[in-house]
């Protein structure tokens, strides 16, 4: 079993719409939790951080659940400029540093 | 402010052929990682340096990897002989860490995309 599951997808969604990926991981020393984004032939990008609180930016929302050991990315209103792919990454607090696959998204007009 | 300069930006080279990738790392960043991305194996986690000093090698694929951090303004990561199988996105990516805080998010550069014929 892979330490970060992610659903490949592709998510072909409507602009407008909400949309929710999950990452599930295995290793419980994991500590900081970050989504990315990754667009076609280019680097990944840092889209927000993720807490035990949650964390909400704009039409973006990230949360983490330690007990059952997942984190989440909500898109609401979904926009064309969102298709890329989402990556999961998870952090021990020596540093080692665990991505998942990514999920891809496309919107559609 | 300057983000991580990686070179070259696209390398071709013959199997057999030393490779050599360097990376520039974010001033004040204390933490550099290497990656390989590939559609098969997605983003793969090659090698970590904490101030300069290699804390986990486990992903470095063989022998014919290394990686070296002189400073904690440049490191390099060499691949002698290269092998087709080779081919792939190297990205370096940089952070802080900081004790008590934990990990700062990664800041990565726009790769080294290395095709071995």
């Known amino acids: 079993r892979k330490e970060v599951e992610q659903d490949p997808g592709p998510f072909n969604v409507p602009e407008g719409a909400t949309v929710a990926f999950n990452c599930t991981y295995s290793?419980?020393?994991?500590?900081?939790f970050f989504w990315y984004r990754q667009d076609c032939r280019k680097e990944p990008k840092l889209l927000m951080s993720?807490?035990?609180s949650g964390n909400e930016d704009g039409r973006f929302t990230a949360q983490l659940n330690r007990a059952s050991q997942y984190i989440s990315l909500l898109i609401r209103d979904s926009k064309l400029s969102d298709s890329a792919t989402y990556l999961c990454v998870l952090h021990t607090n020596a540093g080692k540093s665990t991505f998942g696959d990514g999920t891809t998204l496309t919107v559609k007009p | 402010d300057a983000g991580v300069i990686q070179s070259p930006r696209h390398e071709v080279t013959e199997m057999g052929q030393e490779v050599t990738l360097r990376c520039k790392p974010i001033?004040?960043?204390?933490?550099l990682f290497w990656y390989r991305q590939t559609m098969m194996r997605g983003l793969e986690l090659l090698i970590y340096?904490?101030?300069?000093?290699?804390?986990?090698d486990s992903g470095m694929p063989e022998d014919r990897f290394s990686a070296k951090m002189p400073n904690a303004s440049f490191s390099t990561l060499k691949i002698q002989p290269s092998e087709p199988r080779d081919s792939a996105v190297y990205f370096c990516?940089?952070?802080?860490?900081?004790?008590?805080?934990?990990?700062?998010?990664?800041?990565f550069g726009d790769g080294t995309r290395l095709s071995i014929l």
């Open positions: 993720v807490y035990s």
């Open positions: 001033s004040g960043h204390n933490s």
């Open positions: 340096f904490n101030n300069n000093v290699p804390i986990d």
């Open positions: 290793n419980s020393a994991s500590q900081s």
């Open positions: 990516a940089s952070s802080l860490l900081r004790q008590g805080t934990g990990v700062q998010p990664q800041h």
